[in-house]
């Protein structure tokens, strides 16, 4: 099992839909979770963290369930600049280092 | 603020090559990272450094080496060129505080490698 899983689409979705993104990680004792977003050949930015009780920015949501082991990421309001390849990041924590393991990205295309 | 940059973005060494990417920083940070990411694979942790002087492996040490002689600078040593090592090179760094257990990491624009 790979230790970030997340489902690489394409998804393609109409200008102004909803889509969610779904990530699960492997290592129960991971400590913080994060998205980050990659467009076309650049390289990845900082989306949002994680937090258990869920968190919220503008149109993008984000949840976490440890029990599960998943963390999910609801985009409202497509827009075309929301095309990108969405990547799911897992902080395992080992001994004051931070190991951060990616996972393969989620690849959205909004459309008109 | 440049932030994280990385030089060359783009470099076609034959098989048995040896190249250094570059990476510097400007904004003070401790922790800085050198990661490659193949089509369709995630990014794959190559070395790593806590601070100046102090390096570490990550995933995929193998074919590379690192050094941290200051705090800007993390440079990446290719050995000997493969063509398995045809990828896309990102640095990173972040700051983490003590008792923090995470940071954003910030990216430089990546570096093209290609080895025939």
């Known amino acids: 099992r790979k230790e970030v899983e997340q489902d690489p689409g394409p998804f393609n979705v109409p200008e102004g839909a909803t889509v969610a993104f779904n990530c699960t990680y492997s290592n129960s004792a991971s400590q913080s979770f994060f998205w980050y977003r990659q467009d076309c050949r650049k390289e990845p930015k900082l989306l949002m963290s994680v937090y258990s009780s869920g968190n919220e920015d503008g149109r993008f949501t984000a949840q976490l369930n440890r029990a599960s082991q998943y963390i999910s990421l609801l985009i409202r309001d497509s827009k075309l600049s929301d095309s990108a390849t969405y990547l799911c990041?897992?902080?395992?924590?080992?001994?004051?280092?931070?190991?951060?393991?990616f996972g393969t990205g989620t690849r959205l295309l909004v459309s008109p | 603020n440049a932030g994280v940059t990385q030089t060359p973005k783009f470099r076609i060494l034959k098989i048995g090559q040896s190249m250094t990417l570059q990476c510097t920083q400007d904004m003070n940070h401790n922790y800085m990272y050198w990661y490659r990411q193949d089509p369709g694979m995630g990014l794959k942790l190559i070395y790593y450094?806590?601070?100046?002087?102090?390096?570490d492996k990550g995933e995929v040490p193998n074919g590379y080496n690192v050094s941290r002689s200051t705090t800007e600078d993390f440079p990446l040593r290719l050995e000997l060129a493969a063509p398995s090592q045809t990828s896309v090179y990102f640095c990173a760094s972040s700051y983490l505080r003590p008792g923090t257990p995470t940071g954003e990491l910030f990216f430089g624009e990546g570096s093209r490698l290609t080895v025939l």
């Open positions: 990041v897992v902080n395992e924590m080992n001994t004051g280092f931070q190991k951060l393991v």
């Open positions: 450094s806590v601070g100046a002087g102090i390096t």
